[in-house]
């Protein structure tokens, strides 16, 4: 008997020494792959990581967060992640819904102090849902470039902020988000238009909308009486110890930075924004893989900030073929094929986001057939064809050895 237990515990632990092996050779692998395409000078620096809904298969920063000083881009280099952030406003809706303060189908007006209505519709009401799914008819115009507000003008390259980047404003020029929100949407605002909305009816049709989702954020802080940043901190950062992350440059360790580029050569200064939920997350590859684990879990009914029935209306494709005419179905990775709240839901069932802000590239998503997902945050603009090229070497790369640490997790 003693020895049968003997020969048991001897290939047991053969197994886990053999798959220990094979996961440190795969990561090995995937570090000499990623250290190559950075090499070839198109991304100054990035992160990555791998996961599934346990735990983290691999993470690693590459090239520089500051290329004039050689500071290394690891993965506590911390960055904007673009619109990747809107994902937590999915979550933080969700939450405010399970404490009884909303309901995803009220109206937008039964919280705000100002009208919200599409005025070529003006008897169909935009409802909270309609936010989160990019069907309330609220449009991105050129005014919504004005939520971009330079930290300070202190050694700013004026030259490159007025050929690449001219929505850049000053620091003096920043407003409260309520007052940006009524500038644009309320009929007594100041940057008001007709053409401010789709001639659409509100529910009837996918478009994209910045300013849609932090209406939403907007109304989460007037439903539960809690400013967003505090809110999400408090239900989202802090449960899953996403202690280096934060919505402001006063909430993070600013030394662990990066520096963001608008080409190889060509820094940005560090800029925020007025309508920070729906791009404003600033976080580093460690923290960034927590929450991503945390999805997943969520997928699976076993995540810890919502009931099950929350992250299963979370993950919902919300919208038929009806609301989205003309998408496309052949990448794998286009995440207005369907629409969860907030989330993006690809032609081939990944779930995720993806994210742009001057300087910053960011992408993630997982696979609810095999339970793993990647991250990738980038800290140079993908501006050319050249650039693009590199950056879907880099996701081809991922992709690889996400198969194979998941056959390996899974041995």
Same mark, same amino acid.
């Given at each position: 008997?003693?020895?049968?237990?003997?020969?048991?515990?001897?290939?047991?632990?053969?197994?886990?020494?053999?798959?220990?092996?094979?996961?440190?050779?795969?990561?090995?692998?995937?570090?000499?792959?990623?250290?190559?395409?950075?090499?070839?000078?198109? =991304?100054?620096?990035?992160?990555?990581?791998?996961?599934?809904?346990?735990?983290?298969?691999?993470?690693?920063?590459?090239?520089?967060?500051?290329? /004039?000083?050689?500071?290394?881009?690891?993965?506590?280099?911390?960055?904007?992640?673009?619109?990747?952030?809107?994902?937590?406003?999915?979550?933080?809706?969700?939450?405010?819904?399970?404490?009884?303060?909303?309901?995803?189908? *009220?109206?937008?007006?039964?919280?705000?102090?100002?009208?919200?209505?599409?005025?070529?519709?003006?008897?169909?009401?935009?409802?909270?849902?309609?936010?989160?799914?990019?069907?309330?008819?609220?449009?991105?115009?050129?005014?919504?470039?004005?939520?971009?507000?330079?930290?300070?003008?202190?050694?700013?390259?004026?030259?490159?902020?007025?050929?690449?980047?001219?929505?850049?404003?000053?620091?003096?020029?920043?407003?409260?988000?309520?007052?940006?929100?009524?500038?644009?949407?309320?009929?007594?605002?100041?940057?008001?238009?007709?053409?401010?909305?789709?001639?659409?009816?509100?529910?009837? =049709?996918?478009?994209?909308?910045?300013?849609?989702?932090?209406?939403?954020?907007?109304?989460?802080?007037?439903?539960?009486?809690?400013?967003?940043?505090?809110?999400?901190?408090?239900?989202?950062?802090?449960?899953?110890?996403?202690?280096?992350?934060?919505?402001?440059?006063?909430?993070?360790?600013?030394?662990?930075?990066?520096?963001?580029?608008?080409?190889?050569?060509?820094?940005?200064?560090?800029?925020?924004?007025?309508?920070?939920? *729906?791009?404003?997350?600033?976080?580093?590859?460690? *923290?960034?893989?927590?929450?991503?684990?945390?999805?997943?879990?969520?997928?699976?009914?076993?995540?810890?900030?919502?009931?099950?029935?929350?992250?299963?209306?979370?993950?919902?494709?919300?919208?038929?073929?009806?609301?989205?005419?003309?998408?496309?179905?052949?990448?794998?990775?286009?995440?207005?094929?369907?629409?969860?709240?907030?989330?993006?839901?690809?032609?081939?069932?990944?779930?995720?986001?993806?994210?742009?802000?001057?300087?910053?590239?960011?992408?993630?998503?997982?696979?609810?057939?095999?339970?793993?997902?990647?991250?990738?945050?980038?800290?140079?603009?993908?501006? /050319?064809?050249?650039?693009?090229?590199?950056?879907?070497?880099?996701?081809?790369?991922?992709?690889?050895?996400?198969?194979?640490?998941?056959?390996?997790?899974?041995?």
């Amino acid at each position: 008997m003693i020895k049968i237990i003997l020969i048991i515990a001897l290939f047991v632990l053969n197994q886990i020494y053999a798959q220990n092996n094979d996961n440190t050779e795969h990561n090995n692998s995937l570090t000499c792959e990623l250290k190559v395409l950075q090499k070839q000078g198109y =991304i100054n620096g990035f992160s990555v990581a791998i996961v599934d809904r346990d735990a983290v298969l691999y993470k690693k920063g590459f090239g520089y967060a500051d290329v /004039s000083k050689k500071k290394e881009y690891t993965p506590y280099t911390i960055q904007n992640i673009a619109s990747v952030s809107k994902t937590l406003i999915g979550i933080a809706l969700m939450k405010a819904q399970e404490q009884g303060k909303l309901n995803l189908d *009220d109206p937008v007006n039964m919280y705000l102090p100002f009208s919200v209505i599409n005025p070529h519709y003006p008897q169909t009401s935009i409802k909270i849902r309609h936010l989160a799914t990019h069907t309330s008819t609220i449009l991105d115009t050129k005014y919504y470039d004005k939520s971009y507000i330079l930290k300070n003008n202190k050694g700013v390259n004026e030259g490159i902020l007025m050929k690449k980047y001219r929505i850049f404003n000053d620091p003096e020029e920043t407003i409260a988000l309520p007052i940006f929100l009524r500038n644009l949407l309320s009929k007594d605002g100041e940057w008001y238009r007709k053409k401010n909305y789709l001639k659409n009816e509100p529910g009837s =049709i996918f478009k994209y909308s910045n300013i849609g989702a932090t209406l939403a954020a907007y109304i989460i802080e007037q439903a539960t009486g809690v400013p967003y940043d505090e809110y999400t901190t408090k239900h989202i950062l802090k449960p899953l110890g996403m202690d280096a992350s934060g919505w402001s440059f006063d909430t993070i360790d600013i030394d662990n930075h990066s520096v963001l580029y608008s080409s190889t050569k060509d820094s940005l200064p560090k800029y925020s924004l007025i309508t920070y939920p *729906d791009g404003g997350l600033l976080t580093d590859i460690n *923290d960034f893989s927590k929450y991503l684990i945390e999805l997943i879990k969520g997928y699976y009914g076993v995540g810890t900030l919502l009931d099950k029935n929350s992250y299963s209306e979370l993950f919902k494709e919300q919208l038929s073929s009806n609301n989205l005419p003309g998408r496309n179905t052949k990448n794998p990775y286009n995440e207005e094929y369907n629409s969860g709240l907030f989330m993006g839901i690809t032609p081939v069932g990944y779930i995720g986001h993806t994210g742009s802000d001057p300087g910053t590239e960011t992408y993630m998503f997982f696979d609810p057939k095999t339970g793993t997902g990647k991250i990738l945050v980038i800290n140079t603009a993908i501006v /050319s064809k050249e650039d693009y090229r590199h950056y879907k070497a880099i996701m081809s790369v991922l992709d690889k050895y996400e198969r194979l640490l998941t056959q390996e997790s899974k041995i």
